[in-house]
C-alpha cells in the first residue's frame, strides 16, 4: 500500500509536523493487530507509527483519531499523538507518533493511578457524541440517562442481533439472553458516567522506555468503569496489585466482582461476531449464572 505517490503524502504531512522539509529514510512493516496493515516510518528526526487501509476502513481512523485525542486531554495515560488521518489515492491512513515500548516492566501504582484519573472525566449522560467501534464492528454511543438502559440498547442487543443473523446463537442462549435483558436493571448499578479506554485488554497497552504505562486502539465512550476493569480481567495480562490500588483509591460498588461477567458479556458477543463459535461457552456460562 506504500505506493511512492502515497510516501511523498505522507513526507509533506511530516514535513509540517517537524517544520522543514524532511524524507522518510526508513519505513518497516510491525505488528499492528489483524485489521490493518502497520509499519513505523523514519525520518532523519522523528519516528512515526502509521495504519494504513482501504477507503472503506477511513471512518474507523476517523473516530480512533477522534478517541486518543480525547484520552491525551485527560493527562493520565500516555497516547500517542495523533498527526493527521485522511484518504490519499485510495489509501486510507492514520499518521502517530512511534513510541518504543519496554519489555518485562510493571508498575501497577503508576497503572492504578492513571485509570483512576482517567474515569473521574465523567459527564451528564452515558454513550458519546459520536459512534466508533470496537474491532471492526460498529459500536453506537447514542446518549442515554440511564446505564443499565445504554448498555442494553447500544451494546448487547446489537451484537446479539448480528449474533443471530449469522445463526450463532442457539435457541436456548437466546431464549436466557432475552430474560437477562429483562433482569439487567437490578443486577447494575447506576453511578456517573466515566470515560472508558472501552477495549482494554492486554493487547492494547505496553509500557514505554521510562516505565509509563502506554494506552492505544481505544473505543472510547462515557459508560460504567466496571467495564474498563471486566474487559481487563477477561483475557489477563495486567497486574492483579493494578485492582487493588485502584480500588483503594476509587472504591468500586460492593459486589463489582460477581458483576464482571455481566460486564464481559459484551466483549464475548464481539468476539463471537468476530471469530466465531469459540467464544459461546463463555457466552453460555454467563447466561447460566444469571
Known amino acids: 500500500m506504500l505506493h511512492s505517490d502515497f510516501i511523498r503524502h505522507i513526507e ?20 499492528g493487530g489483524d485489521i490493518h496493515q502497520t509499519y513505523r516510518l523514519a525520518t532523519t528526526n522523528v519516528d512515526y507509527f502509521i495504519k494504513v487501509n482501504t477507503t472503506d476502513k477511513a471512518p474507523m481512523f476517523a473516530s480512533e483519531a ?34 518504543p515500548s519496554l519489555e518485562d516492566v510493571s508498575n501497577p501504582k503508576l497503572f492504578a493511578e492513571n485509570l483512576v484519573k482517567m474515569h473521574q472525566n465523567t459527564q451528564a449522560q452515558f454513550g458519546l457524541d459520536f459512534d466508533n467501534f470496537i474491532g471492526e464492528l460498529p459500536q453506537k454511543n447514542t446518549f442515554e440517562n440511564n446505564w443499565s438502559d445504554f448498555y442494553t440498547t447500544h451494546r448487547l442487543l446489537p451484537q446479539i442481533a448480528l449474533a443471530q443473523q449469522k445463526n450463532l446463537l442457539p435457541a436456548e442462549i437466546n431464549r436466557q439472553l432475552e430474560q437477562l435483558l429483562i433482569n439487567l436493571p437490578e443486577l447494575l448499578p447506576n453511578e456517573q458516567p466515566a470515560l472508558l479506554h472501552g477495549d482494554l485488554w492486554n493487547g492494547n497497552y505496553f509500557y514505554n522506555l521510562q516505565g509509563n504505562p502506554v494506552l492505544f486502539d481505544p473505543a472510547i465512550y462515557f459508560g460504567h468503569r466496571e467495564m474498563d476493569i471486566a474487559m481487563m480481567h477477561l483475557f489477563g495480562g495486567f497486574d492483579k496489585q493494578i485492582f487493588e490500588i485502584y480500588n483503594s483509591l476509587f472504591p468500586l460498588e460492593n459486589n463489582w466482582k460477581e458483576r464482571m461477567p455481566l460486564y464481559q458479556l459484551y466483549p464475548l458477543l464481539v468476539h463471537l461476531n468476530l471469530f466465531g463459535e469459540s467464544y459461546l461457552p463463555g457466552i453460555q456460562k454467563i447466561v447460566n449464572r444469571f
Open 12 to 31: 509533506t504531512i511530516c514535513s509540517k509536523v517537524e517544520g522543514s522539509p524532511t524524507k522518510l529514510s526508513a519505513y518497516e512493516k510491525v505488528y
Open 66 to 99: 477522534k478517541g486518543l485525542k480525547i484520552l491525551s486531554a485527560t493527562d493520565s495515560f500516555e497516547i500517542p499523538k495523533v498527526f493527521e488521518t485522511g484518504i490519499f489515492n485510495e489509501v486510507s491512513f492514520l499518521l502517530m507518533a512511534f513510541i
